[in-house]
């Protein structure tokens, strides 16, 4: 039995303190954002009466935004190899056995060598991209106008992240998925959340639908589907995987095994089949994020230099999707528990039921935690939320450090926040334990 005041359950933090003043807040920090959408490229009209039609984008400001952002953090970057006194050399690099690279006319003994050459987008056989109309990834940013219709072809992790942005920015946008969802790689829980996220917002999903070609029409573009239908738009993304830059660089010459798709074989501390020779990032094909890609070097040059190294750990990865909403993992995935790869108890806590998510008016996402039945320990999650990367942290922690539910339950969380879905949670599964 509980007895409560007549003004209700909750007492003060519920009726007259928290959730009233940051509700308040709530919408303060999105009217910041709004007076400084400006810089941002966003354009608001304050002469029409619905919101939705009074914020318009300039692709042309956003795209120089991008370009000098990322310019800027690549020129960061050399000040700082710079100012350690590393010598950087423009050129393309290959192998001339283990100990040398050939840069030009140059070429440079070393003791150690590490490959970080990249990926570069995968394009359909006959769709050539000619940076105007039929694009890939790396192409987008030289856009000044918006696409009026917007055809992405793929839906994994690139085309799904495109996809919402483009409808986000106000294009029509089609997505062209050859499976029976969007990310197809991710949790099928998130994936559902997200495909009635584009649904509900416009954005037009083909699903099971396999583009065979995609040709310049004009001023548009025609996408042919394998079953003998068309998709017109003013513009096409291609988003269908990534090829590893490994060709002509002399590394199976110098000993330097390569996989069926051309990716640089690996073992867990970022070593090839050659003696000296690493590879780190997505010509390894090892989850291609960037984050991996730093701690592979990280791992490779300590294990080079003799340090004490842990090897790479793919079950303590985080990853990010990022979408509207967003859609962190780490750790074990449903996809393994449904096919009878773990005995694991699992809870998904939605964040329709989050006060924080409310105030912020956040109807879609959810906190789903995997834990071991005997001992309760922390074996996976996923976060599906605005902002999901900031949230997932804290799991991918008790992840790596192999934490209980109990203990995360115990640890104080902000009221109200999102990341109390969290603790909340690991108290159902201790519940459930």
């Not at 710079?82 to 690099?93: C, E, T, W």
């Not at 799991?395 to 192999?402: D, E, F, S, Y």
């Amino acid at each position: 039995m509980t007895v409560v005041d007549s003004d209700g359950i909750g007492g003060s933090a519920v009726l007259t303190d928290c959730v009233p003043s940051k509700t308040l807040i709530a919408t303060a920090e999105v009217m910041t954002e709004v007076e400084e959408a400006g810089e941002l490229g966003l354009r608001v009209d304050d002469g029409d009466d619905d919101p939705a039609n009074s914020v318009s984008v300039d692709l042309g400001v956003v795209n120089r935004r991008v370009k000098a952002l990322a310019t800027a953090q690549s020129e960061g970057i050399g000040r700082r190899l710079a100012s350690d006194q590393i010598r950087i050399i423009k050129g393309r690099g290959r192998l001339d056995g283990p100990e040398t690279v050939v840069v030009g006319d140059e070429r440079l003994e070393a003791d150690v060598v590490l490959i970080a050459t990249g990926a570069r987008p995968r394009v359909l056989k006959g769709s050539e991209p000619d940076g105007e109309r039929i694009l890939t990834w790396e192409q987008v940013y030289e856009l000044d106008e918006l696409p009026e219709r917007l055809i992405v072809v793929g839906s994994g992790v690139t085309g799904a992240e495109f996809a919402s942005a483009y409808d986000a920015l106000g294009s029509d946008v089609v997505l062209v998925s050859s499976r029976d969802r969007v990310l197809p790689g991710e949790d099928a829980d998130a994936a559902e959340v997200l495909e009635e996220v584009f649904k509900r917002r416009g954005l037009t999903v083909l699903s099971k639908s396999r583009a065979e070609s995609v040709k310049r029409q004009g001023d548009g573009v025609v996408v042919t589907l394998t079953d003998g239908r068309t998709v017109e738009g003013s513009h096409a993304l291609l988003a269908v995987g990534s090829l590893p830059n490994t060709d002509e660089m002399g590394l199976i010459e110098s000993g330097v095994s390569l996989t069926d798709g051309g990716f640089v074989q690996v073992d867990r501390v970022s070593r090839t089949t050659a003696r000296g020779v690493y590879a780190a990032g997505d010509c390894t094909g090892v989850l291609m994020l960037a984050s991996v890609a730093a701690m592979q070097g990280r791992i490779a040059m300590a294990h080079a230099l003799g340090d004490a190294v842990a090897p790479l750990d793919q079950s303590t990865v985080s990853a990010n999707v990022f979408t509207a909403p967003e859609i962190a993992t780490v750790g074990l995935t449903q996809a393994t528990l449904d096919a009878g790869g773990s005995t694991a108890m699992v809870v998904k806590v939605p964040l329709a039921d989050n006060a924080r998510a409310k105030m912020q008016g956040v109807r879609d996402g959810f906190v789903k935690l995997f834990c071991l039945p005997n001992t309760g320990i922390i074996v996976g999650g996923v976060v599906v939320a605005p902002r999901a990367s900031e949230l997932i942290h804290p799991i991918a922690l008790a992840v790596a450090a192999r934490l209980t539910v109990d203990q995360v339950a115990a640890s104080f969380t902000v009221y109200p926040s999102v990341s109390g879905s969290i603790a909340e949670a690991a108290r159902r599964l201790h519940l459930r334990s």
